[in-house]
């Protein structure tokens, strides 16, 4: 017997993404100061608080997917009024890592699709090539869209478009058992 179908995972970077980075001038948002530290970092007045209800109305399952780890849920999520997501802890490197970066393959790629077993998925992030769609295409045995953001910019309005429509397209639910 099987479960109900499983949501679409997001897979979601923060540096270029949340905290654009790579212009001559970037909006402040100013930040909620129930959620500020003193030592907080100063780039995080870039993060756009109308983000979280953003991806909060999005059909999937948020997973932090950024090199912040678990810090994305102590300094980011409260800022855009998200709650606790669930954080990719990343492997170690290897020989293997080392040789896909070499190729191209960025050193998440992997870890990603290990990470999504076999779960349709959206990864959205500002380091994304052909070679990981390419990769994830011939080793994820779902869908998936891989969405470079600009990391001048951030996550923008066609960003949200683009992603929300490929979460309710009929190719990202999973396949209905058979019947018998």
């Known amino acids: 017997m099987t479960g109900p179908p499983q949501r679409a995972l997001l897979f979601l970077d923060v540096d270029g993404p949340l905290l654009p980075f790579g212009a001559a001038e970037y909006p402040n948002h100013g930040t909620d100061p129930r959620a500020c530290d003193a030592d907080a970092n100063p780039l995080l007045a870039r993060l756009d608080p109308g983000h979280g209800p953003r991806l909060l109305r999005l059909p999937c399952d948020l997973v932090w997917a950024t090199a912040w780890m678990e810090e994305a849920n102590t300094y980011i999520a409260p800022r855009l009024g998200l709650p606790e997501l669930a954080v990719v802890i990343w492997p170690e490197q290897t020989e293997v890592d080392d040789r896909d970066e070499r190729a191209g393959l960025h050193w998440?790629?992997?870890?990603?699709?290990?990470?999504?077993?076999?779960?349709?998925?959206?990864?959205?992030?500002?380091?994304?090539?052909?070679?990981?769609?390419?990769?994830?295409a011939a080793h994820h045995r779902s869908s998936a869209l891989l969405h470079h953001v600009d990391p001048r910019r951030g996550l923008t309005e066609a960003d949200f478009t683009t992603v929300a429509t490929w979460l309710r397209s009929p190719h990202v639910a999973p396949p209905s058992p058979p019947t018998t």
């Open 108 to 136: 998440k790629t992997r870890t990603l699709v290990v990470r999504a077993a076999g779960r349709p998925f959206v990864w959205v992030d500002d380091e994304l090539t052909d070679t990981d769609r390419a990769w994830v």
